[in-house]
């Protein structure tokens, strides 16, 4: 006898998985006023993350509920898909985690500057990714870094996202312009400038292609601080799957019948320090093919 295992409270586009014993069978769904039922060997759920879905935000990724990120997602991300898989049994996992960023480059000689927190100290490779840079500023006191670049390597940033603060001819109205301790930020980009000047970080390790000075003032600064920078994130953590997108229960077993992909799946993208440009994209394709010939192979 299938038993339908969700109900259909789901404000848009309403639906809910019908079982059978632990197996997933088909799909019950409700457009207006219409409903209907699909049986099916196996279901594939592609619904999207979560990032617009307030109250799964505000529970599982507070990160992205601070109301100062704007969301990168499409109408339809509102969990749907991680609460159908939820609602037989399925896990979640990374749900903490988000893709939070507000890229200051391009141009890339911006990538030459450094970024300091509140206390003029240093804490990212300035080189890395956009979203991993993002992730370690939001870490610093009050989410606050700048963007620190000379005379000789100042551009405007090609997307207006990291506002520029102000330039200051010397390094004291820099910190004064900035908040930061004068002997802290001096201490910083003197020691930044002696090792770049010679193709070296022994801090961070950034790559020596983007390893130059910042000794030719006047200097000037861009805002990476939340609230200031327009930062856009979404959601990484969705259903545990196999290899072949077979969903999984918390104690690893599959749900038979049931799979996912996509966003509403959590695979390699998983967090924003180690994002890189299509993670998501590439996730879903291939992930969403292998479960789309293991559910047909059923
Ligand atoms: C502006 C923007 C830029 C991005 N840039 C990148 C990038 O550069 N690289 C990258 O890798 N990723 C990027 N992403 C993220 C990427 O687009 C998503 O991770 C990806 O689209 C997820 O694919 P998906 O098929 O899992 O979900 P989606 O593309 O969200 O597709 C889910 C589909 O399910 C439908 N759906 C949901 N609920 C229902 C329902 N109840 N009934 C019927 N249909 C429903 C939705 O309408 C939608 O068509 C970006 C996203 C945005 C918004």
């Known amino acids: 006898m299938a038993e339908t295992s969700a109900d259909l409270?789901?404000?848009t586009g309403a639906a809910a998985l019908v079982t059978d014993g632990d197996a997933v069978v088909g799909v019950q769904w409700r457009r207006f006023k219409e409903t209907g039922f699909i049986r099916a060997k196996a279901v594939v759920i592609a619904a999207g993350g979560f990032v617009g879905n307030a109250d799964m935000v505000a529970e599982h990724t507070p990160a992205l509920a601070s109301?100062?990120?704007?969301?990168?997602a499409s109408t339809y991300d509102d969990g749907l898909g991680?609460?159908?898989?939820?609602?037989?049994?399925?896990a979640w996992k990374f749900m903490d985690e988000a893709f939070q960023?507000?890229?200051?480059?391009?141009?890339?000689?911006l990538l030459t500057g450094l970024i300091v927190n509140k206390n003029g100290e240093r804490?990212?490779?300035e080189d890395s990714y956009h979203s991993r840079t993002s992730a370690f500023a939001l870490e610093q006191p009050d989410a606050s870094a700048y963007l620190i670049v000379d005379s000789e390597h100042i551009e405007h940033p090609s997307f207006p996202l990291c506002p520029f603060i102000d330039g200051w001819e010397t390094v004291e109205e820099m910190a004064d312009g900035l908040g930061i301790s004068v002997d802290a930020l001096s201490a910083t980009l003197e020691r930044y400038n002696k090792h770049a000047a010679v193709g070296e970080d022994p801090d961070f390790h950034k790559a020596p292609e983007w390893l130059e000075p910042q000794d030719r003032g006047p200097w000037g600064a861009f805002?990476?601080?939340?609230?200031?920078?327009?930062?856009?994130?979404f959601t990484m953590g969705g259903l545990s799957t196999t290899v072949n997108g077979e969903v999984r229960r918390a104690d690893r077993s599959v749900i038979a019948g049931l799979y996912a992909a996509g966003a509403c799946a959590a695979n390699i993208a998983q967090d924003a320090k180690g994002y890189a440009s299509g993670l998501q994209l590439g996730d879903g394709s291939y992930f969403g093919r292998r479960a789309g010939r293991h559910a047909a192979g059923r």
């Open 223 to 233: 805002d990476l601080s939340l609230g200031k920078a327009l930062y856009a994130g």
């Open 9 to 11: 409270r789901y404000e």
């Open 101 to 109: 960023t507000a890229p200051f480059y391009p141009p890339s000689v």
């Open 67 to 72: 109301g100062k990120l704007f969301p990168l």
């Open 82 to 90: 991680l609460r159908l898989g939820a609602s037989v049994g399925g």
């Open 123 to 125: 804490f990212v490779a």
